[in-house]
């Protein structure tokens, strides 16, 4: 938790308003993933989230245009993004990119890290889960271009950044489904550090 609140501190504070809406879509979000462990994925309706969050099933819609989106949302990519701007010029590809995702992760770990895990588990068991992951992949996956481009000046819709930002992208789903089809043996971080490494140095000659 404290990293989360020194991540966000040089950031304006939300007013009433926002607060409310904050407050209103974290409840929709705690009342989803309560009800899928009690329950699973598909038993879990969205009459029942609003049950539970006490709000109504339009408020829910209002917030998240499908159930797969409550699971698969975060508050991330503004993170993500923010970090990569502020790192220095000269800075490596590969560094920047390490500091970044890592900076996200673990924001994401010291907040929620059960949810992170469960999370992980629908991708893989939930069909429909793994394909809005995809989908939310491609557009976190658009904003990264749109970032790199700013750094290098490439095209933003050129080949080249088109082909590295899905790749990294791909690398973090692979990494995150690999995560949960061995039980989340491993430390999630180690796991995505290797990703990177495959990503900066192409594959390893034998068994890592």
């Known amino acids: 938790m404290t990293a989360a609140r020194t991540a966000s501190a040089d950031r304006p504070q939300p007013g009433l308003r ?23 994925y598909d038993a879990t309706t969205v009459e029942q989230i ?14 998240f245009p ?12 503004p993170v993500m993004l923010a970090e990569l701007r502020a790192r220095p010029e000269d800075e490596s590809w590969a560094a920047v990119l390490r500091h970044v ?9 010291a907040e929620e890290p059960e949810v992170l895990r ?3 588990r629908l991708g893989v068991e939930v069909p429909a889960v793994r394909a809005r992951m995809t989908e939310s992949m ?7 271009r749109e970032a790199l481009a700013e750094r290098s000046g490439l095209d933003p ?8 930002a899905m790749s990294v992208m791909g690398g973090l789903m692979e990494a995150s489904h690999y995560w949960a089809e061995t039980g989340h043996r491993d430390h999630i971080r ?6 990177l490494d495959v990503l900066e140095h192409g594959l390893p000659t034998g068994k890592p």
């Open 101 to 109: 995702i890592r900076t996200a992760l673990d924001l994401s770990l």
């Open 157 to 164: 819709d050129g080949l080249e950044l088109r082909v590295f």
């Open 66 to 77: 499908t159930k797969e989106d409550i699971v698969i949302t975060d508050e991330w990519d």
């Open 50 to 63: 609003a049950e539970r969050a006490e709000v109504s099933p339009s408020t829910v819609f209002r917030y």
């Open 138 to 144: 491609a557009a976190t996956g658009r904003l990264l």
């Open 190 to 195: 180690v796991l995505v550090d290797r990703a």
């Open 18 to 40: 926002e607060r409310k809406k904050i407050k209103t879509r974290q409840a929709i979000r705690t009342a989803t993933y309560a009800l899928v462990e009690e329950r699973g």
């Open 118 to 120: 469960l999370r992980t």
